[in-house]
């Protein structure tokens, strides 16, 4: 469902944890900015000042240095206030070279570099495009998108240089990640709000091999060697991240003491850490070795405010 310019956001953080979530694969490098979706809602109680109301992508380092918007829209009233309210800001999707940046700005998505600059919106492949995620050349994305008749979201997968199209699935796909393998996952069946729903899948993006990996999973991300992913499955009522081996074996749960309700994760560039949000809003990165846990920004409600960042990726940078 789709946020209209102007419309006064009142459900706060609970309504940006249930937007669609960008799955992600970590390609392989130095570590550099983790990106996220930031929503942000303040408003006086007794109604004597206009809400303020903000949707942007954001950046930070793991640790929480140097945070800051590259692309925002902030509304006071219910109306449009300062920067671009004419788009969303949703899964932003970092390149394999960590110059260029992907999100979902509505039904069509968009591209821009990584301080802000050079924005531009791509070709519309379907009537609602959205979750981008880069090939490991940087030439394609696959995304989501519905068919014509409507109903559940396919892949399709676009070509940057000459904005042609075509559709990866027919019997519905969402979240994908691309690998630096060649290998595309995703997520079949289940609901988009409801996180460790559906089975998670790995096809060839020309189609053909596609593979059951992990039953009632959702949301994968690929490892910078292309050779685990992360998952989310249900834990009771909560969530749980798993790790799993490009070929279904292995899987083993995370102890995630960041959240007890983990979800959206993405990998490192180095393969050392998993980034991750919980219930709250808060944006954690955890090192595997040790687990333990730097917070990059932090979800916090109340009577007056909410804050929330979801759909983390990672940047990747060149190896020195």
């Not at 992508?57 to 109306?79: K, M, T, W, Y």
């Not at 983990?262 to 709250?280: H, K, L, M, N, V």
Request: positive net charge.
């Amino acid at each position: 469902m789709r946020r209209a310019p102007g419309l006064l956001v009142i459900a706060g953080a609970l309504a940006v944890l249930g937007m669609p979530a960008a799955a992600s694969a970590a390609f392989p490098g130095e570590n550099g900015r983790i990106a996220f979706k930031w929503f942000e809602l303040r408003e006086d109680e007794l109604a004597l000042d206009p809400s303020v109301v903000k949707h942007s992508i954001d950046v930070a380092r793991p640790g929480g240095q140097g945070g800051r918007s590259l692309r925002f829209c902030e509304e006071v009233g219910g109306q449009p206030g300062s920067g671009d309210c004419s788009i969303e800001y949703l899964s932003p999707a970092w390149s394999p070279d960590g110059r260029r940046l992907a999100f979902d700005a509505g039904t069509r998505l968009a591209v821009m570099r990584s301080d802000g600059t050079g924005f531009r919106l791509l070709p519309q492949v379907t009537a609602n495009d959205g979750e981008p995620a880069w090939s490991p050349d940087g030439r394609r994305l696959v995304l989501t998108g519905p068919p014509p008749s409507g109903g559940r979201n396919d892949l399709h997968v676009l070509s940057l240089a000459t904005g042609e199209p075509y559709r990866l699935t027919s019997d519905g796909g969402r979240s994908p990640a691309w690998s630096s393998r060649n290998r595309i996952a995703f997520t079949k069946g289940g609901a988009m709000d409801r996180p460790g729903t559906g089975a998670t899948y790995t096809i060839r993006p020309g189609g053909g091999g596609l593979r059951l990996l992990v039953r009632r999973a959702s949301d994968p991300s690929w490892s910078p060697g292309g050779t685990r992913l992360v998952v989310v499955r249900p834990k009771r009522r909560l969530t749980s991240l798993w790790v799993v081996r490009a070929d279904g074996s292995g899987l083993r749960r995370m102890v995630t003491p960041g959240a007890d309700d983990p979800e959206r994760p993405c990998w490192s560039p180095d393969g050392r850490q998993i980034a991750y949000t919980g219930f709250g809003g808060t944006l954690v990165a955890q090192r595997l070795r040790d687990r333990r846990i730097r917070e990059v920004v932090r979800g916090a409600s109340g009577a007056e405010y909410s804050f929330a960042a979801s759909s983390p990726d990672w940047q990747p940078l060149p190896r020195r």
